[in-house]
């Protein structure tokens, strides 16, 4: 695309300069303009020129005219597919990028940011190859033919109109100098706007419970007000730029008329020359002009160009080995070997964790805020690498096998439950897309969903709003379930998965996940009593590491952390279920 375009360019160029040097011709040999003195002294004028000359001169301008309207809609047409197909390319590339990355990227990623990124900055590259790159050689190839023709007739009224290519170029460079860093804060604002939009919208319900409406306001306006003097400076720089170019081609226009006037009279040139001079600069006067956008392009893509390669050449901690093996889960064995990790390297999140979870058992993870239960089962998918030691699956390193595999064998509900603007069916389809109706409704059921989704009006299409605001807590947190249930993986991890649903319903869940659960390996991050005691193995966690380890009865009768956290937040739970269960019997009796 950029060859043809260059063509369709080259071949405009030509056919513009050549109209120009057409009527210079049809002046000198068409019209035959011819200035004598008479005896008197006086200036006559003779027009002593060929018709036939003239009129073929004619039909070759309308030619050179349709020609080059036809080679402008093909460079125009190819120019703009081929910003199009970059533009396209860059955000596809910029997407699959963030799917890549890993964890550690988000964590730390601005999504305002990024969302600018994807859009505006994309944007301003197409712009810039699309009318900046073609543009600029069009003018470049446009200059140099035509100063060369100018040159080549008359060197010296060519060499004073080329004077002033010199000026033009300084003063271009000058300008992209001093707005290139300004577009570059310019964009980041525009990805701080967004970011401050994009937290509103989504804490609309916090800003209206807290009435921060105003706070909120004032936030954005502040963004919008620096957006607006960076933008404005910019304008201030094109304000002083185009009419001093512009200014520059009306200077050189009336030295070249002055100095070919005397041309003429010294007999050094003709009347047909000094018109096509003339025209020469006539239509560079856009090509002229247009430098000073072209400047203006160029520094904006240049900043756009630096934050997309950001993204798109950002490093992963998390890779895909060359040659990853698909794993392969016979009996579901998970192994930490010395484990440890950090999120940075001040501040190490686990230390030394070592941990079996034999085929089927149910393992369950409990500790105060902050002592690493989260980032135990992160590390099993691998959305972070461990910093020491290494983590196997059936004596596979998870880090030798590919991640799709890896992760299709883990089924996950996390504490954040995100649900997509789709309907329930297709949110719970959403790991399984070929999975049929009756699979999507069995995992519904076990779920403990389905009566629910029958009871609306359009059952499973039932459209979920936005992060399934539409629905409540614990039917979130159920349509989530239901949607990891379906994968039918190896190990199932379950991320403090029913802090959001009541007594009664995380009842009806561990019931049908009870037969579920069986033959797997399930790692549970829990508050409840009820979870804790029907786990095979607890891991009591404090400061990222695993101080206490057994049974409940075994960690109640040992007196250590374990039966602190038990005095302190399940006794209580404990207490009500006897209540509930004494009142319940005394209702039977």
Do not use: C
Not at 257 to 262: E, N
Request: proline share 3%; aromatic share 8%; charged share 20%.
């Amino acid at each position: 695309m950029m060859f043809a375009s260059a063509f369709a360019l080259t071949a405009a160029t030509f056919l513009t300069i050549a109209a120009p040097w057409l009527t210079g011709h049809a002046i000198d040999t068409g019209l035959g303009v011819i200035t004598s003195t008479n005896l008197s002294g006086q200036e006559v004028t003779n027009i002593e020129g060929d018709m036939g000359t003239l009129m073929v001169a004619i039909v070759l301008l309308i030619a050179a005219a349709v020609g080059r309207g036809v080679a402008v809609y093909a460079q125009t047409y190819l120019a703009e597919l081929l910003g199009q197909t970059l533009a396209y390319d860059l955000r596809n590339e910029i997407y699959e990028r963030l799917q890549r990355l890993s964890y550690a990227y988000h964590d730390k990623a601005e999504l305002g940011q990024i969302m600018s990124r994807a859009t505006q900055d994309v944007e301003g590259v197409r712009m810039f190859v699309n009318m900046g790159v073609i543009r600029f050689t069009y003018v470049l190839v446009l200059v140099t033919v035509a100063y060369g023709l100018m040159i080549s007739t008359n060197t010296k009224v060519g060499l004073i109109a080329f004077a002033f290519v010199p000026l033009v170029g300084l003063q271009a460079s000058i300008v992209t100098m001093k707005l290139r860093p300004i577009w570059l804060q310019i964009q980041d604002l525009m990805g701080q706007m967004a970011n401050v939009l994009q937290e509103n919208l989504t804490g609309q319900r916090v800003v209206k419970a807290f009435s921060r409406a105003d706070f909120e306001q004032q936030k954005f306006d502040t963004k919008v007000d620096e957006l607006f003097h960076e933008s404005y400076r910019t304008a201030r720089f094109q304000a002083f730029n185009e009419p001093f170019l512009q200014g520059v081609w009306l200077l050189s226009l009336a030295l070249v008329f002055w100095f070919g006037v005397i041309e003429i009279r010294a007999g050094n040139m003709t009347p047909g020359e000094l018109t096509a001079f003339q025209l020469y600069l006539t239509l560079m006067q856009v090509p002229v002009r247009s430098i000073g956008f072209i400047v203006n392009m160029f520094a904006r893509a240049n900043s756009a160009g630096s934050r997309i390669f950001e993204i798109i050449d950002a490093e992963s901690p998390v890779e895909e080995k060359p040659g990853a093996q698909e794993l392969d889960v016979t009996k579901g064995e998970v192994r930490f070997e010395h484990v440890s990790f950090a999120y940075d390297d001040q501040n190490p999140v686990l230390r030394d964790v070592n941990l079996v979870a034999e085929p089927g058992q149910t393992i369950a993870l409990l500790g105060p805020t902050g002592s690493g239960k989260s980032s135990v089962v992160n590390l099993l998918p691998r959305f972070y690498d461990p910093s020491a030691g290494r983590i196997l699956i059936d004596s596979q390193d998870v880090r030798d096998v590919t991640l799709d595999s890896l992760r299709h064998d883990i089924g996950i509900v996390q504490q954040d439950v995100f649900l997509f603007i789709a309907s329930i069916r297709d949110n719970i389809r959403y790991g399984r897309p070929d999975a049929t109706d009756e699979e999507v409704i069995a995992a519904a059921k076990a779920a403990h969903i389905h009566d629910f989704i029958q009871s609306q009006p359009d059952g499973y299409d039932t459209w979920v709003g936005e992060r399934g605001t539409t629905l409540s807590g614990g039917q979130r947190q159920r349509v989530a379930i239901a949607r990891t249930l379906l994968l039918d993986p190896a190990v199932l991890v379950f991320d403090d998965s029913t802090a959001a649903v009541d007594m009664r319903t995380e009842f009806l869940i561990q019931e049908a996940l009870r037969n579920l659960m069986q033959g797997r390996t399930t790692f549970v991050i829990a508050q409840r009593l009820r979870t804790v005691m029907e786990a095979d193995q607890i891991l009591v966690m404090r400061d990222g590491e695993i101080v206490e380890q057994g049974k409940h009865e075994e960690l109640l009768e040992a007196g250590g952390f374990y039966r602190q956290i038990y005095d302190l937040e399940l006794r209580e739970q404990e207490e009500i279920a006897a209540a509930a269960l004494a009142a319940a019997g005394s209702r039977d009796n």
